[in-house]
């Protein structure tokens, strides 16, 4: 079954069938605007491309309530409040896509006794679907091989190191995913690294990490930022150990992603992990 749910840090509404809240319509689910500049020069036959970006996305979504009117109906001008922050999700055949904005018109509602219809906008200023599952890959240090059913005979290992320097992620949808790198020091390491090999993106750490520190870079858009963590957990803002060559608009492109990690002293101390949504799509 179909569900949508708007979810703030304190309230939320499901939309669904077998609910007293429904939606009837919601307007471009699946589209998106793309700005284009276009040059031209004297006697030029057509134009040529400059530049093309894709606009932020407003929806409109429609819909009715059934039931308590007046409770249902507060509850719903509640959870969608300007100025708040929030996530669209829609649910279906087991999958989970959401958009995260905030309201760019409150629900405007009918006045009738029986059931009440509502529209209101949301304005999404990141204008991709993404999924709420993430996929969290290790490109560097200690794997996990315990699993059950567990079976003694033969040889086993509780764990193993991965020694690889470079590591495929992949990433299934149709449009790139930004990411989130985590660097971490189990022994002290020189100006740890990371490089998307396809793009030649890199990023940088210009510090000597010790044992227990660690870096998060995180290239998501709305939540760009490069935190320090102490070994006694204390963070800092870590802007100024990323070098100026780093790429805070690394992203996976659609496809296969070759990550090279390296470190310009005991590589082997180091442990790198990506973590990403499983997947962002453009419409759905």
């Known amino acids: ?21 429904w939606i ?11 700005n284009i500049s276009e040059t031209q020069g004297v006697g030029q036959i057509g134009s040529t491309r400059s530049a093309q970006s894709v606009q932020p996305k407003d929806i409109t979504i429609s819909g009715t309530l059934f039931g308590d009117l007046k409770s249902n109906r507060r509850e719903l001008i509640a959870c969608i409040s300007p100025l708040v922050p929030a996530r669209f999700v829609i649910h279906e055949d087991g999958e989970s896509w959401y958009l995260e904005g905030t309201p760019k018109r409150t629900p405007v509602m009918s006045e009738t ?13 990141y204008p ?3 999924t709420v ?12 091989m315990f699993s059950f059913p567990f079976y003694t005979g033969g040889s086993w ?3 193993q190191y991965e020694t690889s320097a470079f590591k495929r992620v992949l990433n299934d949808g149709d449009v790139p995913i930004d990411l989130t790198v985590t660097f971490q020091a189990r022994a002290q390491v020189e100006k740890p690294e990371v490089l998307l090999v396809e793009t030649g993106e ?13 870096f998060i870079v995180s290239t998501v858009y709305g939540n760009k930022h490069v935190t320090y963590c102490h070994a006694d957990g204390v963070e800092e803002n870590g802007f100024r150990y990323l070098s100026p060559d780093s790429n805070m608009n690394m992203q996976l492109q659609p496809g296969v992603n070759t990550f090279r990690y390296d470190a310009v002293d005991n590589r082997e101390g180091l442990q790198v992990t990506v973590l990403a949504s499983k997947g962002v799509r453009a419409g759905v």
């Not at 009837?24 to 793309?34: A, E, K, P, V």
């Not at 006794?113 to 200023?125: A, E, K, L, N, S």
Request: net charge negative.
């Open 128 to 130: 991709y679907w993404r």
């Open 157 to 159: 290992y509780i764990s």
């Open 113 to 125: 006794q029986v059931q009440q219809d509502f529209q209101f906008i949301f304005h999404c200023p």
């Open 24 to 34: 009837t319509s919601i307007d471009s689910l699946s589209s998106n605007n793309i």
């Open 133 to 144: 599952d993430e996929q969290n890959t290790l490109l560097a240090g200690i794997k996990a």
């Open 202 to 214: 890199i990023l940088r750490i210009t510090k000597t990490l010790q044992a227990g520190e660690s």
């Open 1 to 21: 079954m179909l569900t949508f749910e708007y979810i703030t840090a304190k309230r939320s509404i499901t939309f669904s069938e077998d609910s007293d809240f």
